[in-house]
């Protein structure tokens, strides 16, 4: 794994800063060197509380293939190489507590791991750049505005469609509910069992008088086709004139006239 390197100086000292995986981490001999005690005092301190430390959080171990493809520049020993990220470092030197170790740690965190955090920023667009960039998210934008409008408008096209057919639906059943409502004078004495009080032999009376009485109001009715007779239709009214009708027609005839008249059920 390649890694960017790049020089800083810490406490009058010249230091390669080291990034590894996306973070700043430093070895043995920087730490060494910036504190100015030895390498083994530094190896002793993390293997005395390495419990302490995690791997992959606080420091890193490459052996010693790992540490030549790094592409640090850093020399790897047969053993391989330890790096410490800024919280492993600060651990390592948690135990300094003389003044100049204190301003190191400072140094270390404001000079070495901050300005790395830094330089491992995207470098900024230029302006061409970022006006393309916007240019290309409007142009997104719009392209999903107008694929949108164009879903927006078939779904109000499809509701249409349904509004249509449901209007439609609607007006067969009403056709075939209005052709279902009118009833020839034996229809409607056969489903409401009036012959009794209403014998055939009145039918003709019956019907010169529903007639007479729906011409006068202006109430349609209609031919309809009859089976057995020797004329092809009667005259059918709808159930509710024989509901407005037929009770005073029965009191006038003799028959009964507070006889409740229930619709023909299918």
């Given at each position: 794994?390649?890694?960017?390197?790049?020089?800083?100086?810490?406490?009058?000292?010249?230091?390669?800063?080291?990034?590894?995986?996306?973070?700043?981490?430093?070895?043995?001999?920087?730490?060494?060197?910036?504190?100015?005690?030895?390498?083994?005092?530094?190896?002793?301190?993390?293997?005395?509380?390495?419990?302490?430390?995690?791997?992959?959080?606080?420091?890193?171990?490459?052996?010693?293939?790992?540490?030549?493809?790094?592409?640090?520049?850093?020399?790897?020993?047969?053993?391989?190489?330890?790096?410490?990220?800024?919280?492993?470092?600060?651990?390592?030197?948690?135990?300094?507590?003389?003044?100049?170790?204190?301003?190191?740690?400072?140094?270390?965190?404001?000079?070495?791991?901050?300005?790395?955090?830094?330089?491992?920023?995207?470098?900024?667009?230029?302006?061409?750049?970022?006006?393309?960039s916007d240019l290309?998210?409007?142009?997104?934008?719009?392209?999903?505005?107008?694929?949108?409008?164009?879903?927006?408008?078939?779904?109000?096209?499809?509701?249409?469609?349904?509004?249509?057919?449901?209007?439609q639906t609607n007006?067969?059943?009403?056709?075939?509910?209005?052709?279902?409502?009118?009833?020839?004078?034996?229809?409607?004495?056969?489903?409401?069992?009036?012959?009794?009080?209403?014998?055939?032999?009145?039918?003709?009376?019956?019907?010169?008088?529903?007639?007479?009485?729906?011409?006068?109001?202006?109430?349609?009715?209609?031919?309809?086709?009859?089976?057995?007779?020797?004329?092809?239709?009667?005259?059918?009214f709808h159930i509710?004139?024989?509901?407005?009708?037929?009770?005073?027609?029965?009191?006038?005839?003799?028959?009964?006239?507070?006889?409740?008249?229930?619709?023909?059920?299918?």
């Amino acid at each position: 794994m390649m890694s960017e390197q790049l020089t800083t100086i810490v406490n009058g000292l010249e230091l390669d800063q080291l990034f590894y995986k996306g973070m700043p981490v430093v070895t043995y001999e920087q730490i060494a060197l910036v504190h100015g005690i030895s390498i083994a005092n530094v190896h002793k301190t993390f293997q005395r509380h390495k419990e302490e430390f995690l791997e992959g959080e606080d420091y890193f171990h490459l052996d010693f293939t790992e540490a030549k493809q790094s592409g640090l520049r850093v020399q790897a020993n047969p053993n391989g190489l330890t790096l410490f990220t800024e919280h492993g470092y600060m651990l390592l030197v948690k135990p300094m507590r003389d003044k100049v170790s204190w301003q190191v740690q400072r140094l270390m965190r404001n000079a070495y791991f901050r300005e790395k955090q830094q330089a491992a920023l995207p470098p900024p667009r230029s302006a061409a750049i970022a006006q393309f960039s916007d240019l290309q998210a409007i142009v997104s934008l719009a392209e999903s505005v107008a694929e949108t409008r164009l879903e927006l408008q078939e779904v109000k096209l499809h509701m249409q469609r349904t509004d249509q057919e449901a209007a439609q639906t609607n007006a067969n059943v009403n056709r075939v509910m209005e052709s279902q409502s009118f009833y020839t004078i034996a229809e409607y004495i056969c489903f409401n069992e009036l012959q009794r009080q209403v014998p055939e032999k009145d039918y003709s009376t019956l019907s010169r008088y529903l007639s007479t009485y729906c011409r006068e109001r202006n109430i349609p009715f209609r031919r309809i086709s009859v089976a057995g007779k020797r004329w092809e239709s009667e005259y059918g009214f709808h159930i509710s004139v024989y509901t407005d009708v037929l009770p005073g027609w029965l009191r006038r005839n003799g028959g009964q006239g507070n006889l409740h008249i229930l619709p023909p059920s299918s």
